[in-house]
């Protein structure tokens, strides 16, 4: 348990995955009415 624990803090830490981290906290305050929500779609970003 302890090695999966320490596998899964390096992962979030990890800076490549820090972009994905902030695309998906700054979800909930994209404006639909725009139509520039972002959706992320396997990795993939569309506008």
């Given at each position: ?38 959706q992320i779609d ?6």
């Amino acid at each position: 348990m302890l090695i999966t624990f320490l596998a899964l803090f390096v992962w979030v830490l990890h800076p490549k995955n820090t972009s994905k981290f902030n695309d998906a906290a700054n979800l909930p305050f994209a404006d639909r009415n725009e139509g520039a929500a972002v959706q992320i779609d396997n990795r993939r970003r569309t506008k």
